[in-house]
């Protein structure tokens, strides 16, 4: 099950578990739509794809929460 990362790593936008928007890497590495575009939808931490993380919603959501570490390391 993924883990369903709050945030994004690189620039700490909030990224919902329930709406679109979020990319990750195999290594759950989560980024928003923005910053994946800026890294050419490469993963700056293992080199690998990033793609469309899948939402989750409803009772899915309820039964299995989100995350809620942080990985936004303030610069």
């Known amino acids: 099950m993924l883990e369903m990362r709050p945030d994004c790593e690189r620039c700490g936008t909030d990224l919902p578990a329930n709406a679109a928007g979020a990319f990750i890497c195999s290594f759950e590495c989560t980024f928003c739509a923005e910053c994946a ?18 939402a989750r919603v409803g009772q899915a959501l309820k039964d299995h929460p989100a995350s809620t570490a942080r990985r936004h390391r303030a610069s």
């Open 37 to 54: 575009d800026a890294l050419d939808e490469r993963c700056p931490n293992c080199g690998g794809e990033l793609l469309d993380r899948p």
